[in-house]
């Protein structure tokens, strides 16, 4: 490993780890992060090559991805994932449950491609033209990918320019890093595994999704035991940026409720 990963932490209370999405960086959550930051300790991640964790490769095991983040966060966290960071997420949730108090899983899925009994993802092909663009032009590639993130969206233009804005903030990532982000979505499959999830979880969703579809997020709802769901009608797959005010109370809702619960237990123990 050629470093730590870069990690910034704002605010205090309850500690909330946020994990971005591919070709992004922590910086992404700007939009949300200041009231985010104003009931949470909040810590937001830059991803193996991405943003200023460019110098640490991206492994090509999800598992060895999942446990280099799970190393540079505080422990008994909420985990917001989204996208990528979403696919983590599941990731350290099925293998290192303790070290987590809850999961947000924001327009993710645990399957990113498409197959006979899963329609509710990207076709195979769709994903390999954004892999052979990386080789051509990765920065028309990036752009292209913003685009189709926001297509659909009622506030398509707003959150298509701060995801713009936010692309080369904390520099641009590495190039072989981002490809093998690419492979980790063509290739992780995690659905037979989510039953195994125990923890309190909320899935957030758009309604004009085009990477992750509402069906997807419907699907990974149903499949971890007891999880919840909340869908932004008029959002596509970045509402944090187009929908923030939505987002933001459907992140507190779901956190007032680990506070609730867990003051509960203490008052019910011997």
């Given amino acids: 490993m050629a470093g730590p990963l870069h990690i910034e932490t704002q605010g205090r209370g309850p500690d909330l ?3 971005h999405g591919w070709g992004l960086h922590g910086g992404i959550w700007v939009s949300v992060l200041p009231r985010l930051a104003s ?20 492994s090509g095991v999800l598992s060895e991805t999942a446990r ?13 994932g989204w996208s990528l960071g979403g696919l983590i997420a599941q990731r350290v949730a099925l293998d290192a449950p303790r070290g987590l108090r809850g999961l947000i899983l ?18 195979p092909e769709q994903l390999q033209e954004f892999a052979t663009g990386l080789g051509l032009d990765y920065k028309e ?18 959150a298509l320019r701060q995801l713009r804005e936010a692309l080369f903030a904390h520099g641009e990532p590495d190039g072989a890093s981002l490809a093998m982000g690419l492979e980790l979505l063509r290739t992780s ?21 085009r990477l992750t579809p509402p069906g997807a997020s419907a699907a990974l709802m149903q499949a971890i035991p007891g999880a919840g769901l909340h869908l932004v009608p008029k959002g596509a797959h970045a509402p944090f940026l187009s929908h923030a005010e939505d987002f933001i109370v459907a992140v507190t809702g779901f956190m007032q409720g680990l506070g609730a619960d867990r003051q509960a237990r203490r008052r019910s123990a011997p």
Avoid at 68 to 80: F, G, H, I, M, Q
Avoid at 106 to 123: E, I
């Fill in 17 to 19: 780890v946020l994990l």
């Fill in 39 to 58: 009931r949470y300790r909040v810590t937001s991640v830059d991803l193996p090559g991405h943003g200023l964790s460019r110098t640490v490769p991206m």
């Fill in 68 to 80: 280099e983040v799970l190393a540079s966060v505080p422990e008994d966290a909420v985990w917001l």
């Fill in 106 to 123: 924001a327009n993710t899925t645990p399957r990113f491609v498409t197959a006979p009994d899963w329609p509710d993802a990207m076709p």
């Fill in 141 to 158: 590639t990036l752009q292209r990918f913003l685009s189709l993130q926001v297509r659909g969206d009622e506030a398509a233009r707003s």
């Fill in 189 to 209: 499959d995690l659905r037979a595994e989510l039953p195994h999830i125990a923890l309190p979880t909320l899935v957030i969703g758009g309604g004009y999704d």
